[in-house]
């Protein structure tokens, strides 16, 4: 039988699309309990590709025959073994190229909706990760928010639409990823922006995101509003695009809220994510879209792939916004929080210009979910 | 510590450090000490999972210049 060879876009269209995928994961066991591939309708059996060395026969049963059928593993090697010895065996099977690095690191840009005078607001969703970026297009402008660091995705993504990119903004200093944007910037001649409280240590230019900077993008002047909101760092900032859009960076996600200890600061930073959520975000129109900087389940996406949920809908919904009493609150967000994400300190380093590891290690260090949140 | 054979797998990619360690292991006899050289970042979970489904012992375990070294001795 044939092995097939398996593409991330491939996989993530079968996630957005919610089908049935039976993955067989051989990766160490530990690796696959803390991360994996996941889709609402997915299947999965972990066999670590190192117990399969002397034949499949005995695993054969576990594996469906009558269902399409993934191998995958850390970087590709292990899952084309695995895949080879099922095929001999006579089971059609696919394996993902360039594996788990791979899919941490593959975007799907969704539209989310149509702005003004023909203006367009795209989200980038990193499934394998977690991470959400923007994109706000008009009249040949771009403006980019929370990019990720795969800077040739949204440079492509510019290019194929025919615009300019003019604004880069990152509403925090990220410590779960990698940031793309002064590097596009750099690449652009484009502004970038880094709220200052949270710049105290970066060592490149930035300009100043400060409360109720106003940004218009294109022509039809798609507006771009600061709004501070911090909480998960010092200087996390929101942005209310064209009135309709709230970009929450890391403070509050669908289900979840940000997580105040990512800087070693959870105690001094409870009281301005309390602030944050249940006084400065309270005074915003109902209506407003949420559109956060991470997604936690992949429940959280809507039919169309995006993460996008009305603010009015988050206040009655998410526990994170209905905790009454302050002191249950800070204990909420400051005890038992959930493992903090790997190599946070050094990708916090990466994002002040501090070190510039190359691209291997980067990888190594974003891999695994991002865990920015509390539920 | 008796070291009785050594494999050098530096330089390759995963699964190939797992299938010769193990091809290597099966060459050696039991209580008998496998050193194994190792540049795949993989093989630091990987080796010491694999070396305890089967029941061997990893007595030691050191990283000098991006070389991982792991001393493994054959379950008896």
């Known amino acids: ?38 889709g609402q309708n997915f299947e999965y059996v972990n066999i670590p590709y190192f117990e399969l060395l002397d034949g499949v026969d005995e695993v054969l049963t576990k594996i469906p025959a009558d269902k399409e059928v993934l191998v995958v593993c850390a970087k590709e090697g292990s899952s084309i073994m695995v895949a080879e010895m099922l095929s001999e065996a006579g089971r059609e099977v696919g394996y993902l190229e360039g594996g788990m690095r791979a899919w941490s690191s593959y975007l799907e840009p969704i539209k989310v909706a149509d702005l003004k005078n023909g ?20 009249d040949g402008e771009a403006a980019i928010i929370d990019a990720v660091r795969f800077t040739d995705v949204f440079l492509d993504f510019a290019k194929e639409k025919g615009v300019d990119i003019k604004h880069v ?11 793309g944007g002064r590097h596009i910037a750099a690449e652009t001649g484009a502004t970038y922006y880094l709220p200052p409280k949270d710049a105290t240590e970066v060592v490149f230019p930035y300009t100043p995101l400060t409360e109720r900077l106003n940004v218009k993008v294109g ?25 309709r859009f709230l970009l929450t960076g890391d403070i509050l996600f669908m289900d979840s809220i940000g997580r105040p200890d990512l800087a070693g600061k959870a105690e001094d930073w409870v009281g301005d994510l309390r602030e944050t959520l249940y006084k400065r975000y309270r005074e915003l129109a109902e209506d407003l879209v949420v559109l956060p900087a991470h997604f936690m389940i992949i429940d959280e996406l ?7 949920r009305r603010l009015g809908d988050l206040f009655k919904e998410n526990h994170g916004l209905n905790i009454e009493d302050e002191a249950e609150f800070r204990r909420t967000v400051t005890d038992n929080l959930p493992p903090q994400p ?19 290690e980067q990888t190594e260090m974003e891999i695994g979910p991002n865990r920015c949140a509390v539920r | 510590m008796n070291i009785t054979k050594t494999l050098d797998a530096k330089g390759l990619a995963c699964p190939m450090p797992i299938v010769k360690t193990k091809k290597a292991m099966d060459s050696i006899s039991s209580g008998e000490v496998l050193e194994v050289l190792v540049t795949d970042k993989g093989a630091i979970n990987d080796i010491p999972a694999w070396a305890t489904a089967g029941g061997h012992t990893i007595i030691q375990q050191k990283t000098e210049a991006d070389v991982l070294y792991f001393y493994i001795q054959k379950a008896t």
């Open chain 1, 1 to 38: 039988m044939t092995v097939n060879k398996w593409t991330a876009a491939k996989v993530a269209r079968k996630v957005i699309d919610q089908e049935e995928l039976f993955i067989l994961d051989v990766r160490n066991t530990d690796a696959f309990e803390d991360w994996k591939i996941e």
């Open chain 1, 119 to 138: 203006g367009e607001l795209y989200q980038f969703v990193r499934l394998g990760k977690g991470c959400l970026s923007y994109m706000i297009i008009s």
């Open chain 1, 169 to 179: 903004f990152d509403t925090h200093l990220h410590a779960d990823h990698i940031s």
């Open chain 1, 219 to 243: 022509a039809s002047q798609i507006n771009v509003e600061a709004l501070y909101s911090p909480g998960h760092t010092i200087g996390s900032t929101s942005f209310v695009i064209d009135n």
């Open chain 1, 302 to 308: 809507n039919e169309d792939g995006t993460v996008a």
């Open chain 1, 342 to 360: 790997n190599a946070h300190e050094q990708i916090r380093q990466i994002n002040m210009g501090k070190i510039a590891p190359d691209e291997d």
